[in-house]
């Protein structure tokens, strides 16, 4: 059922075998899978049923690093920021779970084989479709869609699918709300985890809304499942017994921050035959009741070899080039007068020569690439109070110009790949240089404050996502990742939840 | 069919050359160059569209400090396509085969130039820019 929060009477106390902090895409997915588990569950989530202003004024902060927007990157009432991601699904690359000795503090303590089962039934529970991905024939369409072939085996087309998206609080709203074994606590704020005196074990959330009430819950177990910023600043505001933070025994809490820089056009396409070019790499194509969307990715052997980060690439089809008329484009760019000549140029070396007025097809891109791990780029608690009187969120993403630099590499074997393909040509605007752009954007993927490692030096979370040192607190969301990886988060933060309250569940059930 | 037809341009090329040897040098560098003057024409040749490759060379020369020698381009291309079997006098398509195999060698290889952003392999760009010196050359 679903309890107000602030109809609690002052000062009750509470007592649940599981809490679970956070109902968003981790919390809502644990919660459903542990309905009808021998244990009582509270869910506990800091907004109602819909969006609130003041609720979602909790998320300010402050940035002292590169420019970022934390109030409007995640939204804070049930569902959480599932009410507004764009349902881009895909698992992570094998390589992302490994130790790559060219990317410091790399390396999960579990691999994809461990996920794989959990991506299978994440599909599910974002309504995403069949788990099929990078099964080509599956999205052929009858043999009519043919990936492109780049010769060199660095670049690879890959599948992303799509969840419609999935509104996970609207959708599994009255299944949470008529599960027998969950009670959900609305409009309440966990203003404080408190651990026993030897912060070993957690043994009471302090719990508050914005009307003022304050009341308690006891659990056995709890799970925090905030989302990637407000894990690590809820483990550092839990400072009454540990004075810096919950499970921050080793100053690792809040750092290791990462996201998914956006890069808008970091390059452009001409191909001399757009009937190459299959609808899935266009747009979001419905294939057999999915949508998904064919992309550029960079392949393991690529990345390993020349000891690089990931990129993902989307790309549109943008104007025809022609030699009978001059196709209408508002575009100042002195370069576009190139086009045609360098189109010829393809023509007259490599591809065949042009058998009417269309010369070619210019595509526009974009895309996300990896950041390696950075201690530095951190969640810290800024002196500035929220309603509730809690320390605000100061956020320091920062980014190398490795990254920087790896992102330029991988463009420029894109282009390789095209020429040697002998039927494109890349032109690419991402700059040589050594910083980053304020105005580039981001994926509104909070990534790593709380990372998954098995050496409590290396890690906030064991492989089971168990906060080191403490025997019942657990995380669950991006914040455990390791590395950020190349690709959207969520199907991973859905998998790895499902696997979390698969151990919780064991746990629980035969007592482990 | 007229023996000058029998023979190829490579054949008729070498057959002046060591009939040339022995002459006089001035003689010599002369047939050079009127060689190095046919395979310019015959790179020129490729071009489906040399006006619009003379727009992209002249950006290169110009953006690069390239010296406009368009004997020099020649040369270098004619020395690349020779490592891939093309020999001056060839017909046109073993031209064009060998510089289809040296373009995609360049990619392979990342012997690529930047041109307005454009990855150009080096060969393509310095056929732009032979393009280019062959229309500065032309009266206006």
């Known amino acids: ?512 | 069919m007229a023996l000058s037809d029998a023979l190829s341009r490579r054949q008729v090329l070498i057959l002046s050359g060591v009939a040339l040897a022995a002459a006089a040098l001035p003689g010599s560098l002369a047939l050079i160059e009127r060689g190095g003057a046919a395979v310019a024409d015959d790179l020129l040749s490729m071009l489906a569209d040399p006006e619009g490759a003379a727009r992209i060379g002249q950006q290169w020369i110009e953006a690069a400090g390239h010296e406009p020698d368009g004997r020099a381009f020649a040369q270098r291309i004619a020395k690349r396509l020779r490592a891939h079997g093309w020999h001056p006098g060839d017909a046109p398509e073993a031209m064009h085969a060998a510089l289809a195999a040296r373009v995609r060698h360049d990619f392979q290889h990342g012997d690529m130039v930047e041109i307005a952003g454009w990855q150009i392999s080096r060969t393509g760009a310095e056929l732009c820019a032979l393009a280019a010196t062959h229309r500065a050359a032309q009266p206006a």
């Open chain 1, 1 to 512: 059922m679903f309890i107000d929060g602030r109809k609690v009477p002052d000062g009750s106390v509470i007592e649940t075998d599981i809490a679970i902090i956070g109902a968003g895409a981790a919390g809502i997915t644990i919660a459903r899978a542990l309905k009808g588990a021998d244990a009582s569950v509270a869910l506990i989530e800091s907004g109602g049923l819909d969006f609130d202003p003041d609720t979602q004024e909790l998320y300010a902060g402050e940035t002292v690093g590169v420019p970022y927007t934390l109030d409007t990157s995640r939204l804070r009432y049930f569902g959480g920021s599932t009410n507004h991601w764009g349902g881009w699904c895909r698992p992570f690359e094998p390589i992302d779970f490994e130790e790559r000795d060219w990317v410091p503090h790399s390396g999960w303590p579990i691999n994809r084989a461990d996920l794989d089962p959990y991506y299978v039934r994440a599909n599910e529970v974002a309504h995403v479709g069949p788990f099929a991905f990078d099964d080509i024939d599956f999205w052929s369409d009858g043999g009519k869609n043919k990936p492109i072939d780049l010769p060199g085996g660095d670049v690879v087309t890959r599948f992303f699918e799509y969840s419609p998206p999935l509104r996970f609080g609207v959708t599994y709203r009255d299944e949470i709300g008529h599960a027998p074994n969950v009670n959900t606590y609305l409009n309440s704020n966990v203003l404080e985890i408190v651990p026993t005196e030897d912060a070993s074990t957690v043994q009471s959330l302090r719990v508050g809304t914005l009307t003022g009430r304050r009341f308690e819950i006891r659990p056995k177990l709890v799970i925090l499942a905030t989302g990637g910023i407000e894990n690590a600043r809820l483990l550092l505001l839990s400072n009454s017994v540990e004075k810096a933070g919950l499970g921050n025994g080793r100053g690792l809490v809040g750092r290791f921050f990462m996201e998914h820089p956006h890069i808008d056009r970091p390059a452009e396409i001409l191909m001399t035959d757009p009937d190459v070019v299959a609808p899935y790499y266009k747009t979001y194509t419905k294939l057999n009741g999915t949508n998904i969307r064919a992309v550029f990715m960079f392949t393991d052997e690529y990345l390993r070899k020349n000891r690089r980060l990931g990129t993902v690439m989307t790309w549109y089809q943008v104007k025809e080039i022609r030699t009978d008329k001059e196709v209408h484009e508002q575009d100042p760019d002195p370069a576009r007068g190139m086009e045609p000549g360098l189109l010829q140029l393809i023509r007259s070396t490599t591809a065949d020569a042009a058998s009417g007025p269309l010369l070619g097809m210019r595509y526009g891109s974009g895309c996300a690439t990896e950041q390696s791990p950075n201690p530095d780029s951190r969640v810290m608690l800024s002196t500035a109070k929220d309603a509730l009187g809690l320390n605000q969120t100061k956020l320091d993403w920062r980014l190398s110009a490795a990254d920087r630099a790896n992102l330029r590499l991988n463009m420029e074997t894109l282009a390789r790949a095209f020429g040697v393909w002998g039927q494109g040509s890349v032109r690419i605007l991402f700059q040589d240089r050594d910083m980053w752009d304020e105005a580039e954007g981001w994926g509104n993927h909070h990534m790593g404050t709380t990372r998954m490692a098995t050496d409590p030096r290396k890690g906030v979370v064991d492989a089971d996502c168990k906060v080191h040192g403490i025997s019942n607190l657990y995380v669950a969301g991006s914040s455990v990742f390791t590395t950020s990886t190349t690709v959207n988060p969520t199907l991973t933060i859905v998998a790895l939840a499902l696997r979390l309250a698969d151990h919780v569940q064991q746990r629980f059930v035969r007592g482990a």
